[in-house]
Structures are given as structure tokens and as C-alpha cells.
């Protein structure tokens, strides 16, 4: 019985490492930018963002925010009810990031994953990005 339990643990520390290697320190994005996206927020391509009206939102907020997000499993898709299109900088790349208007995840258009901040921040988080976004119009 104790080989089980020895495989068990191997394969748990297997899948796990896998679920993290690769992920991105939300954290240390820089240069987040809210745009007016509307229903074209899931279609528009991140090059063509460069002629959109944009507000730049603020670093320290956003770091607050994602400082500690969980990335969710690969067989999770979550349903969408609209999204705040943004942009941001990891690692010297733009990236297109959808947020989720309600359900507090949000979906990195590069690496094809969804990751999820803590449930007691999802109500700051949204009224923050609403306030942002009105600033554009």
C-alpha cells in the first residue's frame, strides 16, 4: 500500500508543477490599458488596438488586484457576460487580456488561459474598471 500512496503524491507533484510552469506573475504587468471594446472586445486584434482610444490604468491598482490569482484548470471554460478589453506588458510582450464584467476571471489571449482573482476583491475590481472606463468616453 505504501508504493500507492508514494505514486499518488508523485503524480499530484507532477500536475501541479505542470499547472504552474509557465504561468504569468499578473503582478508584474506593466502598462494595463483599458479600451472601449464593446461587443468587438473578443474579436478585435491586439494590432489593431494601437488606433483605439485607451486609459491607461494605474500600475499600483492593478498589482493590488492580481496579486494573487489562481490559475484555473485547462477544462474550465468559463461563461462569458460581456468584458473589459485591455492590454498590457509581461516580460517586454503586449498582451490582450479580456476581463470578465462579473464573474471576476479573466482570459489571456496569448497563452489561452483563464485565471481568477480572490472573490473579496471581485466588487472593487469591477467598479475600479467601470470608473476607467467611463474616462475614455
Request: aromatic share 16%.
Amino acid at each position: 500500500m505504501k508504493w500507492i500512496e508514494v505514486l499518488v503524491i508523485i503524480i499530484l507533484t507532477v500536475r501541479a508543477y505542470s499547472d504552474v510552469q509557465g504561468q504569468v506573475v499578473w503582478k508584474k504587468a506593466q502598462s494595463w490599458k483599458i479600451y472601449n471594446g464593446g461587443d468587438s472586445s473578443f474579436v478585435v486584434s491586439l494590432d489593431s488596438l494601437k488606433t483605439h482610444k485607451y486609459y491607461q490604468l494605474n500600475t499600483d491598482s492593478m498589482k493590488y488586484f492580481l496579486d494573487s490569482v489562481a490559475l484555473l484548470p485547462s477544462t474550465v471554460q468559463p461563461a462569458w457576460m460581456g468584458a473589459y478589453l485591455t492590454t498590457c506588458i509581461v516580460e517586454g510582450e503586449t498582451r490582450k487580456v479580456l476581463i470578465s464584467y462579473y464573474a471576476g476571471f479573466f482570459y489571456d489571449e496569448k497563452d489561452k488561459r483563464y485565471y481568477q482573482i480572490p472573490q473579496s476583491k471581485k466588487g472593487n475590481w469591477r467598479n475600479y474598471l467601470d470608473a476607467c472606463l467611463i474616462s475614455i468616453q
